[in-house]
Every structure is written in structure tokens, then in C-alpha cells.
């Protein structure tokens, strides 16, 4: 079957400007994951859904982020005003029901903020 | 959730020689995972350990775990240049929040 699907794969902006990034969990996945992995390093946990709720948010890095989901299933990423610290890959994951399972990632978008 | 480390940071062997890495984490776990990344690609799940396993194998992979000691490591046999990637451990103590470390480096050459 499908694999997380992400888009856009690459998005260039002008600092300032707003941007959105989409993640299409696996089928079925009710748990979704957003991380921000900047070049050569690991990942930075953004925050998790589990189905449209999201309990965990700490991991946003300023309020310029917001994350929802609807009907279970497509997310969307929000950046506003966006800064030059911004650029890096976003990368999204989706999972089973149950805590503790294995991950399914997307390729990521790679961000870059002019 | 708690964070898993890494060790070593980069390695870089030959084309059919062995290569170790190693997780180190300090709370019980009830799972730990093991991943891989290619440039420009995601994370693709390699194998998981259940905190009641002691070892685990996968083709070429083989994972172990020592919970007294708080540690894992993966060994991957006979390298091909295909293995180069990033290796990142990620163990799960429950729930969905996942923290990854920052991954070793491995470079097999050809």
C-alpha cells in the first residue's frame, strides 16, 4: 500500500512569508508525527497527533508554529513569518493505535527561507 | 519518552567488513527501535527489541540488548556500500512522543 506521502518535497520562500506543509499518513495510522531535522543532524521532535487531538505540543519551537489535523487523517504544518532559522527538512511519520510502535516517515520537505 | 545516544558519532569501514553501533539510554524501556536514513530520505524502521529480548535478528542485522546495562547495539555484517546511511536507536518507554538521538554515520566504501 501507499506510504506517507508528503508535499511539498522542496519549498523555497522569502523570510516573512507563510508557508504550509501537508503529511498523508498511511491509511488506518491513527498517530501522526511532525520532526524538523536542520542539515547533518538528528531529529527534533515537533509533536504528535492522536487522531485529531494533539496532547503534546512542547515541542513547537515558538508560537509561529501550529499543527492540525482533521478527519483523522491529512496534517497540516503552519509556519508563520517565517525566519531563516526555519530551513530545514520537516519530516512527517504516522503509526498504529498503540503507543510504542514503530514508525512509518515520509520523504520530508526540505524548507529553505531565503 | 526519553532520548536514546548514539555511539559513535561516525564510522567509516570497508566494503564487507562488520560494523557496530551502539544506544545507550537511562530509564526502562519497553521497546527499542532501531532506524536508518538515507540522504534525502526519511527514516525506515530497521527492527525492533522487546525490553524481554536479549537479541534479535534481521538478514544481515543483528540487534542486541542488555537492560541492566541500558544499552543496545546493531551489527551489521558484511557492509556494502548500500549501507551507508544514518543509524538512529529510539527507545520507547510508552506512549507516542519520540525522542531520536543524533545518529551515527556509517560509510561503507566501495
Known amino acids: 500500500g501507499a506510504g506517507v506521502s508528503q508535499s511539498p518535497s522542496n519549498k523555497v520562500t522569502e523570510k516573512g512569508k507563510d508557508v504550509e506543509l501537508r503529511c498523508d499518513p498511511i491509511?488506518?495510522?491513527?498517530?501522526l508525527y511532525w520532526y524538523r531535522q536542520s542539515l547533518g543532524q538528528g531529529l527534533e521532535f515537533l509533536i504528535y497527533?492522536?487522531?485529531?487531538?494533539?496532547?503534546?505540543k512542547s515541542g513547537l519551537p515558538s508560537d509561529r508554529f501550529s499543527a492540525e489535523r482533521t478527519g483523522g487523517s491529512v496534517s497540516t504544518l503552519t509556519i508563520q513569518r517565517t525566519q531563516q532559522e526555519d530551513s530545514a527538512v520537516y519530516l512527517c511519520?504516522?503509526?498504529?493505535?498503540?503507543?510504542?510502535?514503530?514508525?512509518?516517515f515520509g520523504d520530508g520537505t526540505r524548507l529553505s527561507i531565503l | 519518552s526519553q532520548q536514546g545516544e548514539e555511539d559513535p558519532q561516525a564510522l567509516s569501514i570497508q566494503e564487507g567488513e562488520n560494523a557496530t553501533m551502539n544506544c545507550s539510554y537511562k530509564?526502562?524501556?519497553?521497546?527499542l527501535q532501531w532506524y536508518r536514513q538515507n540522504s534525502g530520505r526519511g527514516l525506515v524502521h530497521l527492527i525492533l527489541?522487546?525490553?524481554?529480548?536479549r537479541e534479535k535478528h534481521s538478514g544481515r542485522l543483528r540487534v542486541t540488548l542488555d537492560t541492566s546495562k541500558k544499552s543496545s547495539s546493531l551489527l551489521i555484517t558484511a557492509s556494502r556500500a548500500a549501507d551507508t546511511a544514518s543509524y538512529f536507536c529510539?527507545?520507547?518507554?510508552?506512549?507516542?512522543?519520540?525522542?531520536f538521538g543524533a545518529g551515527t554515520r556509517l560509510f561503507v566504501k566501495a
Open positions: 511519520a504516522s503509526s498504529g493505535t498503540e503507543g510504542n510502535q514503530p514508525q512509518h
Open positions: 491509511s488506518g495510522h491513527t498517530a
Open positions: 497527533f492522536q487522531g485529531n487531538s494533539a496532547p503534546d
Open positions: 530509564t526502562s524501556i519497553n521497546n
Open positions: 527489541i522487546r525490553s524481554n529480548e
Open positions: 529510539a527507545p520507547r518507554t510508552g506512549g507516542f512522543k519520540t525522542i
